[in-house]
């Protein structure tokens, strides 16, 4: 059982950055694709961005050129750098991972608890 731990969510102002980590219990380089999701109150949760195991990236349209999704094999750890922070981007942010090899929005096999990410304006 693979279990994922983010953290690195607050409390910022518009305009502003934070950078969400995600520790995972398995060492990710098993792992073909791990992704960041959000769910906003009342809303359906979405994908954020996603990463294969070779590097290629899927980002949402909402977050291109803002948000910067990475990994580090050596650490185990998935990360989601957050730029130009905006009110809109306030949301529950979780991660996911499994060895299916698909970027897009999908359900994955193993889901962290998530972190808030509040954004003030």
């Known amino acids: 059982q693979v279990q994922l731990v983010e953290s690195g969510g607050g409390l910022v102002q518009a305009g502003g950055s934070l950078r969400l980590s995600c520790v995972s219990s398995?060492?990710?380089?098993?792992?073909?694709?791990m992704a960041w999701y959000r769910q906003a109150l009342g809303k359906q949760r979405e994908l954020v961005a996603a990463i294969a195991r070779g590097g290629i990236t899927n980002y949402a349209d909402s977050v291109k050129g803002r948000f910067t999704i990475s990994r580090d094999n050596a650490k185990n750890t998935m990360y989601l750098q957050m730029n130009s922070l905006k009110p809109e981007d306030t949301a529950v942010y979780y991660c996911?991972?499994?060895?299916?090899?698909?970027?897009?929005?999908?359900?994955?096999?193993?889901w962290g608890q998530g972190t808030q990410v509040t954004v003030s304006s």
């Open positions: 398995t060492i990710i380089a098993k792992l073909n694709v």
């Open positions: 996911a991972a499994d060895s299916t090899l698909s970027l897009r929005p999908r359900e994955y096999d193993y």
